[in-house]
């Protein structure tokens, strides 16, 4: 089970930090991600972490601004977002992979998925 937490409302510039905390399998052998859904559009990848945290992937519309982290021993994985964006308005949702020690950036690899949580970023 994933618990996303941290959305809001925003200005633009600002920031916000996303929480995804996890429980009913060995977290720390899990790559996760986060994905969002912007309305009328396709859900998109945002960002991935290996199950150590070593090796991290970024799309490209986020690059240098979001950061993803994890705390395996809280089994929490984190999102920093900042220089919000009003096209960064979106829901948002972690997932976890479906097989251990991994990584991926396409929806199709995860099968465990968090509630989701909405991010508004005014301009």
Do not use: H
């Amino acid at each position: 089970q994933l618990q996303a937490s941290g959305g809001g409302l925003v200005q633009a510039g600002g920031s916000l930090r996303l929480s995804c905390a996890a429980s009913g399998r060995t977290f720390s052998t899990y790559g996760m991600g986060w994905f969002r859904q912007a309305p009328g559009k396709e859900r998109e990848f945002v960002a991935a972490i290996s199950w150590t945290g070593g090796t991290t992937y970024y799309a490209d519309s986020v690059k240098g601004r979001f950061t993803i982290s994890r705390d395996n021993a809280k089994n929490t994985v984190y999102l920093q977002m900042n220089s919000l964006k009003p096209e960064d308005t979106a829901d948002y949702y972690c997932a976890m992979d479906q097989a251990p020690l991994r990584l991926a950036t396409t929806p199709l690899r995860y099968d465990l998925w968090g509630q989701g949580t909405q991010v508004t970023v005014s301009s």
